[in-house]
């Protein structure tokens, strides 16, 4: 193995020039599983951690470095909250959002956030850098549109700080569980309602016909709701795996996303 | 490849092949025998130890990437003549049976005291959310924490919700 232990972002960049196709290390928590487990064995690694460009997180943009301890107290409320139901405490404090969009994990738990919000992915490399949304970031599971000469930077994310919202995910128990379902809404204003999905589909999904029952009403009704619910439960696409069937995601996917509406609402 | 990191407290340096974990090398190259191997996945805690001041699972630490690291494993914080507050309330409180998830968690109380010496009983059931035992059932555990955290006897229900404030019937997670 070779490995490179670049000090800051032109050093990263230049590994990946020399060296593309290179394998990128953050906090280990996906990367080393599959070293140690499955045995994989890139040939060449480039250790992300003493890189402080990539650690940037203020209003707007949230470096790839940034661990979920950092942002489960940071000032956006639905990512504190998905950040604190990431592994554990020692997972937390090593984990990264980078390392979540590189693993592109069907039910990573930050990319609900990301879609919700809309988020632009920033990529580097030595010619220049590039900016995608999510959706042309993530484009099947566990696979991403990065090219192999560049690293994540980070997320641009509006100031949602403010913004209504919440996250709630389904699990076998409340610490350590990839998502059987998880699910993000904001809601930045009484006429943009948006809901993103984890773990029923290629990717994090967005459901808008669902989107579309809710907008422009703050305080809707009964009725409105269970046909929200309806609209989410028939507007992803899961499959049946050994954590859930596939009919079991669609029942839980309707009440997680119209629970986790609700919590956005005024009143 | 050599790797230099000071380890509880003294500057060590350990021949490292490929891709071991930082636990393997304190392991089997450092011969400090504490922190253990059980899954090798993130998931048990036995491998805790503190790493620039963060508590992690040394199993998914590149050994390589720790380089300059300053790492603290349970044999860093006492032994049996000078004992760690934590690790003598493990005694007292008989918080072992075979003993295998005792370092990893003697080590993430002794993290929790340091950073946060106020932490509730709740907050102690979230700090070792990541650190399994098989064995004990928790009680002991959790009572040799209330003794060093300082907060009363947290009960010795099973860990997790006793009284359901946090989940919702299906296992959404609110916080
Ligand atoms: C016990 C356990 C529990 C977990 N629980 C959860 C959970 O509840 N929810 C959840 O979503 N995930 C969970 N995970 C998965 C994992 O912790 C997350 O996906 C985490 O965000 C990965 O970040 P990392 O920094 O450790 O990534 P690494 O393991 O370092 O890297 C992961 C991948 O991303 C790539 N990568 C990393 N940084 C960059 C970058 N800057 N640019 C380009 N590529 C990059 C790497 O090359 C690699 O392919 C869990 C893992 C474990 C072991
Ligand atoms: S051996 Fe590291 S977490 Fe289980
Ligand atoms: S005492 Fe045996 S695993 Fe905890």
Redesign the pocket.
Known sequence: MHLVRPRDLDGVLDALAAHPGA???????????EVNLQHRRPETVIC?RRVEE?RTFEPGFIG??V??ARLEHGPIPALAELAR????PQ?RA??????????A?P?????TFLAAVDAHVVLASTTGRRTLPWSAFLVGPKRHA?RDD????GVEVPDAAAWPQAFAKVGVRQA????IVNCCVVRPADDDVRVAMGAVGPTVLRVPDAEAAVVGDPTPSAERLARFETLVRDGIAPITDHRATEAYRRHAAGVLARRTLERCLPG | MIVSLTVNGEPRTAEVAGFESLLWVLRERLDLRGAKDACL???CGSCSVVLDGDLV?SC?VLAADAEGAEVTTVEGLGDATSPHPVQSAFVAHGAAQCGYCTPGLVVALAHLRENRPDASPDDVREALA?NLCRCTGYGAILRAAAEVLGRGDPGAGPVGDPDGTRSQGDGEVTP
Do not use: P
């Open positions: 394998t990128l290390l953050a906090g280990g928590t996906d990367l080393m599983v992300l990539l790839a470095g661990t979920w139901t990431v592994g554990s997972i090593a984990g990264t959002l980078g390392g979540n969009l590189g693993t994990s039910a990573g738990d930050g990319l990065r560049e690293v994540i930077l350590m569980v990839i998502a | 996945q993130g998931e699972c998914l990541g």
